[in-house]
């Protein structure tokens, strides 16, 4: 089991850049494929942005494509995803996420609380 803990979220003016950072429990970090999802109000959790096992795959959604950066430190147990270019579009509560296999769907094992993003106009 892996507990997982978002920070680095806040308020921006759009086009600014925020980086999230997601800690992970346990020894077993380098196990889990790791993603970013976020959650707009109203509107259903969507994907973001995936990292695999060992940080030579990644992933991510089109609307972030070219904007945010996704990366991790296995000696750190840490995952991150830097966001550049930000829109009032990215306005959501964004979440880690940990499964053993990954993928671009929401069916990730472990989720973290989320930390709240708002980017102002």
């Known amino acids: 089991q892996v507990q997982l803990v978002e920070s680095g979220g806040g308020l921006v003016q759009a086009g600014g850049s925020l980086r999230l950072s997601c800690a992970a429990s346990?020894?077993?970090?380098?196990?889990?494929?790791m993603a970013w999802f976020r959650q707009a109000p109203g509107k259903e959790r969507d994907f973001v942005a995936a990292?695999?096992?060992?940080?030579?795959?990644?992933s991510y959604a089109n609307s972030v494509t070219g904007r945010f950066t996704v990366s991790r430190d296995n000696a750190k147990n840490t995952v991150y995803l830097k966001m550049n270019d930000l829109k009032p579009d990215d306005t959501a509560i964004y979440y880690c996420a940990a499964d053993p296999v990954g993928g671009m769907t929401s069916a990730y094992a472990y989720w973290g609380q989320g930390t709240q993003v708002t980017v102002s106009s």
């Open positions: 990292i695999s096992w060992g940080g030579v795959t990644t």
């Open positions: 346990g020894r077993t970090f380098r196990s889990y494929y």
